[in-house]
């Protein structure tokens, strides 16, 4: 049998069709392109984190339902007593459950441009997409098209990131309610993006049957811990529990999350940094000739460059130093258009500064 005959007997023709989400190599490259945290933590802390890892007994297997972390989760994210919360291993896994759960017809719907795991795992489960275009300019939620779409194909799934994934903005709320009214399944707001935009939907959770809300800690600072939470009526995230795997919370991620979400302080300071750095990073951008830099309510601005000019000007910014993410192949709304995560002061005026030349130099 060929190799190519083999794996066309053994593996669905979804997953041969698709291509591994790849990571860029940012080996010796200022790192702006994931959305991480540019900051580390003060020595006092990582001493205490240390300390609270020594006992950690890594013989055993973790508490099946972290079921600390769960508490600490719940509380600080102020999520009322009647609403369950399952984690994941980060929130990508907790879309990976959602979608196994849902019967091999199903469909899927977001809007377009949104987060890439949403369509990629939908499509590796054998399920059907739908990616609902944005609206050009302000990227907001088209409301009719949104609302005919789901007449049309009676979706299991609707996620909407709030603010969104690349676009950096906050869907109008309005619109969003409209969604879950007219919604027949579950409606995902996905807020990994929260701690820089100030709405949330956790308090709405009582308000429809159909609404779960994600979070993650990875923005926040902690994307090495591959953390994610999901919170909804019990009878909902009983389902998710009989899917998941029974310890995909490892120990030291439940005990170094415990620890460090109670650093409250440390987190809000750096988010603020973050917060004021955006608007001079996007000042700046919108300064440049050429350059069209979009609201943002996350920790990333997404920008447009001259026309058939984005693979040149992020290889030149690359060379330059800074990695940040092309996502001009995409086409249609994001044609032309670069993303950059918001760093420290001098990364961003490394970035600004290689961005500049890459303008004058064709
Ligand atoms: N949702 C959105 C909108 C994201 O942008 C990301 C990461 N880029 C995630 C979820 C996944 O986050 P994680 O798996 O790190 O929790």
Redesign the pocket.
Known sequence: MSENNLLSSIFRKEVLAMSAYKVADATGLIKLDA?ENPYGWPEDIKANWLETLKDCPLNRYPDPEARHLTATIKRLNQIPEQFDVLLGN???EIIQLLLMALPSNACVLAPDPG?V?YKQLSLCLGLTYHGIPLLAGSFDLDLPAMLEAIEQHQPSVIFL?YPN?PTGNLFSEASIREIIKAAKGLVII?E?YAPFADASFIDSLGQYDNLLVMR?V?KLGL?GLRL?YIAGKPDIIEQLHKIRLPYNINSLTQISADFALSNKALFDQQTQNICAERSIVFNRLNALNGITAYPSAANFILFKTPENRANEIFASIKQQGVLIKNLSAQGGLLADCLRVTVGKPEENTAFLTALTRSLVTP
């Open positions: 959305m980060g929130s990508d987060f795991m990131a994934n996905d990994a993650t990875s994307a994610g």
